[in-house]
């Protein structure tokens, strides 16, 4: 799910949907009003998913889409070679999910271990371990 919002209202560290993909802003530039048309904003994100870098160019005063960001817990059912196993603590809905890609994350992950969860678009990513 997402909404939409003014592009020019956004700033670095805002999340944005790029291409239908959740993304972080990292860059955000304005540009001022010319003689011939509004305001410009540029800006690059990084995907929450992929870590792709996308660029995005557009008038401010534009509507984007923001994703809606769920931030849950959950609890580490089973670890297999490429996917983690998860218990939602809220609702014991048990699902998989891809394995991290950061080695410091993917190093501390063990069975019982209670993990903070985003799900951004109906895809889910584990985000830090808590402790």
């Known amino acids: 799910m997402s909404k939409p919002v003014e592009l020019g209202s956004l700033r670095v560290g805002s999340y944005i949907v790029l291409d239908g993909e959740p993304c972080r802003i990292v860059e ?25 870098k996308k660029s995005y160019v557009s008038p401010a005063d534009s509507q984007v889409d923001v994703p809606i960001i769920e931030k849950r817990s959950g ?19 048990v699902f998989e999910t891809d394995m991290p890609k950061e080695e410091e994350l993917k190093n501390k992950l063990l069975q019982g271990v209670e993990v903070e969860y985003w799900r951004v678009l109906g895809r889910t990513k584990i985000m830090r371990i808590k402790s």
Do not use: C, W, Y
């Open 28 to 52: 955000f530039e304005k540009s001022k009003p010319g003689k011939h048309g509004s305001a410009k904003v540029r800006v690059v994100g990084i995907g929450i998913f992929t870590d792709s």
């Open 75 to 93: 609890q580490v059912i089973a670890i297999m070679p490429n996917s983690v196993q998860l218990m939602d603590l809220e609702t014991f809905e």
